[in-house]
Every structure is written in C-alpha cells, then in structure tokens.
C-alpha cells in the first residue's frame, strides 16, 4: 500500500490529464494523509478541470483540516464543478473556518453549487448558525434564501425570530424558506406567524405554511387550516388537506370528512389526500364509496389515499381500478396495491403487466410485484425483462432480485449486456441478491468480460457497492 501511494502521487504529475485526475480520486479512496500536499498542489495549479476537481474531492475524503484554505480558494474556480467538489469538501472536513466562505457560495451563478454550500452549512452544524443569522440580513437575496433554508435544516430554535421575521422579506423565495424552515424547526412560537403567511399573496408561500403548520401539529391551526382548504390554488388545499390529517385530531378528522362531500371537487379532491394522511381506520369505507361514486380528478387522490391507509379491505375494490379508463387511477391502483402488500393482488397485477398499453402502468406493475415478492410473478418479470421498454426492464431487474427465484438467473446474466446502464446495474445487483453459487460464479466470470460496463457493475456488485436503480414515484406522482 505504501508503494501504492508514493506511486500515485508521482502520477499527480503525469503528462496526461486523465492519468492525473484518476491518481488524485485513487488517493482519495486510499485515504493516506501523505497524499494530502501534493493534492493541495494539483488543486491550485493544475490546468484540467478534471484534475482540479478530482483533487477537491480526494481532499474532502482524506478529511484533513490542512486542505481547508486551499478548497476556500477553490470556491472562486473558474470551473463551476471544482467549486462543486471544494463546497462538498468543506462540509465533509467540517472546519468552522468554511462557514463564512460558503455563505457567499450561497450566491454563486450555479445553482447546484449554492445547493451544494447549502449542504455543507448543514454539515458544519453549530459554529455556522449565528453568521446564518447574520445572513439573513444580507443585502443578496440568494444569501438570504439560503441561509433560512441552512437554518431550518440545522433546527437551532435560536434562528425562530429571525425567521418569522423574514417572513416579512420582500423576496418571495425568501419567504418561501423561511415558512419551510419554521417547519423543520417545529416551534410553536411559528404559529401566529405561518397563520399570517397562509394569506402571503404568493401560492408557494401560502403552500409551505399550511405545510409547516401541519408538522408543528399545534391544534390551535386547525381553524386557519380549514380555511386554507378552499384556497383558490390546489397545491395550497393539498398542504392543509395534508396537515389536517397529520394532526390526528378528531376535529380535524371532522372538518376534512365535511370537505370531502364539498360541491367544489377541488376541494373533494385534496380532502381524500387528507383523510389519507389521517391513518384512521374509519374513513376507509368512506374512501371505498368515493372510489365507486366519485368521477375523474377526485378518484386519483381516493385511490392513492387507499393505498396510505393500507387496509385490505381496500384491495378488492383497487383491484376492479386496474381496469379503468383513466391511466392515472390504473398506475395509482396498483401503487396501492403493493404498498398494502396483499398477495390477493398478485394475479390482476401479472395481467397489467403483460397487458396494459401504458408504459408507466407496466413500471408500476414491476414495481407492486416486486414489493410483494410472490414467485408466481416470475415468468412475467422474466419476460418483461426481455421484451419490455426500458423502465420496464430496470424495474423488472430489481423486482427479480427481490423475489430471488433461481429461475431468473439466466435472464438476469443475459441483461448485464442490456444497453441500458441502470438495467445492467439492477440486474447484477438482482443476481447478488438470490445469491446462488450459480449467480455468484456469473458476477466472478463477468470481472473478466470483454465490455467494461458488465466488469464494472459485477465488481460493485460482489463487493456489496452496487444499490438498485429504481424510478421513484416523483416521476409520476404530484409532489404532494
């Protein structure tokens, strides 16, 4: 190992880019402290950006506090991932001495950087809370934004005032992360102030109060929160539905059952979201019968409202939703159906599978059947391994591998040569996962493949490095 390092470090000087950057990363996963000088060095001087980045990196994972003036510096690289990687860095090391310069990352041109110091700040913890608070009174408003959104991931109830202050700002994202940042924080000093803000004139900040009222859960925002359910905006309606339902209260309980039957179906519908959250058993009946009586946008949010319940005797009538017209029910029946995990389901859930025209249907299908692990969905994954569009076999991959029946193994070998990255990926994964001696002789084979991707994802997979690449529902589902 000795001989390694003292090796890589004389390739930090390599002719090549290439060679130079992928020495720094090596001696970033080695980790020696010996390397920490001469990375310092290529992280300062070097040309490529490459290099420059890599070095940040490798710096942030060694973890020594001599790299901190040197990635600060990194901050005001030309090239907007080096600063990426110095911001990451900083957090990583944790050194107070970063707090002030990533509180001006907070404004830099890219945002994946500010979100990257904002990250950081998180990292770094207590030192950083009074010049966020400071912060909050800087004249940019991309320093202001970030420093309530570091404040609320930080939770320091020192930060209350300030920020139901900000409240105020005259920046609407401001507001906007100041009335999340309450939320997170969870005091109950925020009340009368997130009340204020449900009637801010702008919908985002009007949304994130319902949505930080509701995680404090102080029953005195029940009333102000029933009014938000005829906000003129569905996304508004939709975080007071929510909140009302977290409260597990029965007034609360009340309110969202009376707004359920509202001639308004915008109201109707963020009322089922509701009465989902609510985790009480008695409302399942009623969401049943809104299932068969209710017509279009309403029976979207009553069947995945089902589904958060996680009742079986929901699963019959989400079962007669697998053939509805509208594609939105279907996908979000079977979404509920493996969320409630009844293997009653797993018949009508092959049939979609194989046979429902939609392809986020199908994904979805995979999905269910993999959540609920029943061999007879085998042949059917098998196939839609083979023949299915790409999101279909990713997801076909991965529920294989949570079924483990041995008969997916030679379809599974076949896919670690699919074009898709993410197939191959989940399918070496699957092939650890039923963890037959056959399937592990595969993965050992494939080091050796022809193609660097299949040696690749079987190395990370024998290693246990490799985690199954699955579509999450933010694809499909509104971010309620």
Not at 196 to 211: H, I, N, P, Y
Request: aromatic share 4%.
């Amino acid at each position: 190992m000795e001989e390694d390092v003292e090796a890589l470090i004389d390739l930090l000087k390599d002719e090549d880019g290439d060679v130079r950057g992928d020495a720094a990363r090596k001696l970033g996963e080695i980790g020696d402290e010996r390397a920490v000088e001469p990375l310092i060095r290529v992280l300062l001087e070097d040309e490529g950006e490459y290099v420059r980045w890599s070095a940040a990196e490798a710096l942030g994972r060694i973890g020594d506090k001599r790299a901190v003036p040197a990635l600060i510096k990194a901050l005001e690289d030309e090239d907007y991932y080096v600063r990426l990687k110095a911001a990451c860095a900083l957090g990583d090391i944790g050194d107070s001495r970063a707090v002030g310069p990533l509180i001006k990352a907070l404004k830099d041109p890219n945002i994946d950087v500010q979100c990257e110091a904002l990250d950081s700040l998180g990292k770094i913890g207590e030192p950083a809370v009074e010049p966020l608070l400071k912060a909050l009174k800087d004249d940019n408003e991309l320093v202001r934004e970030g420093a309530a959104a570091a404040l609320g991931g930080l939770g320091d109830k020192r930060a209350v005032g300030p920020l139901t202050q900000a409240l105020g700002d005259e920046s609407y994202d401001v507001r906007c992360a100041a009335a999340q940042a309450l939320g997170d924080i969870g005091d109950s000093r925020a009340l009368e102030p997130l009340t204020k803000a449900l009637k801010d004139s702008e919908v985002g900040v009007r949304m994130r109060a319902a949505k930080s009222l509701g995680k404090i859960g102080d029953k005195k925002a029940i009333k102000p929160l029933s009014r938000a359910l005829r906000d003129e905006d569905w996304s508004v309606r939709s975080s007071a539905a929510e909140a009302l339902g977290r409260m597990k209260d029965d007034k609360a309980l009340e309110i969202l059952i009376q707004a359920s039957r509202d001639t308004n179906p915008g109201i109707r519908m963020e009322a089922m979201y509701g009465l989902g959250c609510t985790g009480d058993k008695k409302v399942v009946k009623l969401l049943i019968e809104a299932l068969r009586n209710e017509k279009g946008i309403v029976r979207w949010n009553v069947v995945e409202a089902l589904g958060r319940m996680g009742d079986a005797k929901a699963v019959d009538p989400l079962i007669r939703a697998l053939g509805d017209a509208d594609r939105e029910v279907r996908w979000r029946a079977v979404e509920a159906l493996g969320e409630i995990g009844d293997k009653r389901a797993v018949g009508s859930l092959i049939c979609v599978l194989k046979e429902d025209k939609d392809m986020h249907v199908r994904h979805w299908a995979a999905w269910a059947l993999g959540e609920l692990r029943d061999k007879r969905a085998t042949e059917a994954l098998i196939q839609a391994l083979k023949k299915g569009d790409w999101e279909v076999r990713r997801v076909a991959a991965w529920a294989l591998g949570n079924i483990r029946d041995r008969k997916a193994v030679d379809p599974l070998i076949q896919a670690l040569r699919d074009d898709d990255r993410d197939v191959r990926s989940n399918a070496a994964w699957a092939l650890r996962e039923i963890g037959s001696k056959e399937a592990i002789a595969v993965l050992r084979k494939a080091l050796e493949d022809e193609n660097i991707d299949v040696q690749k994802v079987a190395k990370e997979a024998l290693e246990g490095r490799i985690a199954p690449m699955i579509t999450t529902k933010r694809l499909f589902l509104w971010d309620h």
